[in-house]
């Protein structure tokens, strides 16, 4: 997660929609979820030697004016590398057995060289291997922010962290996971409120994030609606227009991207 917040910084006055309807996403095209079994977190060796390169590379991080995303992206990583559709912020991200996935990229995320329109929706496959949780993308930022210190003063998205802390909180934030009006659920392990479950190791969730309106928010998990947020001050536009994956300390992966434009 790292440490400590952001000072005086202006809290985001926010709106928490309750009675959102639980919907399940519908399946990426042509069957494309799918059962595999769990394949090795990152090599300890090639997580040691990506942390040594991006803590020694300073350079700035530049992003060229990206497409603007006007159809259906999909994208199921059943390929040998990356490739030039992401912009990778740590060389601990990789390919591995047809998914995404990092380990301690220490708020370094991975993203999209497409940029979004005001209303998107966005689904993909997440897990961890580490009874830890804390699978984190980020939506709506510059495309390029990545974290300089161990505090992510950095962001320009919205944050969103299942099992964030140590699985003790899910978290959706504005600019700063620290700040005091960000909006979390604390988990209880024995809840039967299942939005309120901690992420479970080796399972693989579906994630659906959406604005329909140009100003709400909304984060879905297997179906099961997390939050609603108005933003009297929305995200969007130049240095809001890009999505991330990212991760802190866990091993965690990805598939299944699916990101539909929704105009704005």
Not at 9 to 17: N, Q, S, V
Not at 23 to 31: I, K, Q, R, S, T
Not at 205 to 224: C, H, I, K, Q, S
């Given at each position: ?21 639980a ?9 494309a ?11 300890l ?123 003790r ?69 130049e ?26």
């Open positions: 997660m790292g440490e400590n917040t952001r000072a005086g910084r202006k809290p985001a006055a926010w709106c928490l929609l309750l009675g959102l309807s919907c399940v996403p519908a399946d990426p095209p042509e069957g979820r799918r059962a595999r079994v769990a394949s090795p977190s990152p090599s060796e090639r997580v040691q030697h990506a942390l040594q390169r991006a803590e020694a590379g300073s350079a700035e991080f530049v992003v060229e004016s990206e497409p603007r995303l006007e159809r259906v992206f999909f994208d199921d990583f059943e390929r040998p590398s990356l490739g030039s559709d992401y912009a990778a912020t740590s060389a601990v991200w990789g390919l591995e057995g047809g998914r995404l996935c990092a380990r301690a990229a220490r708020n370094r995320p991975v993203w999209l060289r497409r940029r979004l329109p005001r209303n998107v929706r966005v689904e993909f496959d997440a897990e961890t291997a580490a009874p830890d949780g804390d699978i984190k993308v980020e939506l709506f930022g510059d495309g390029k922010s990545r974290a300089r210190s161990n505090a992510y003063i950095d962001a320009t998205s919205y944050l969103l962290i299942y099992g964030g802390w140590k699985n909180f899910h978290v959706l934030a504005r600019l700063d996971e620290h700040a005091a009006d960000r909006l979390e659920l604390r988990v209880e392990p024995s809840s039967s409120e299942p939005r309120a479950l901690p992420v479970l190791p080796n399972r693989r969730y579906r994630f659906r994030l959406e604005r329909l309106d140009g100003e709400t928010l909304r984060w879905f998990v297997d179906g099961v609606a997390l939050f609603g947020f108005r933003d009297p001050e929305p995200l969007h536009g240095g809001h227009e890009y999505f991330a994956f990212n991760d802190w300390e866990t091993p965690v992966c990805f598939d299944n991207l699916r990101i539909e434009p929704l105009g704005g």
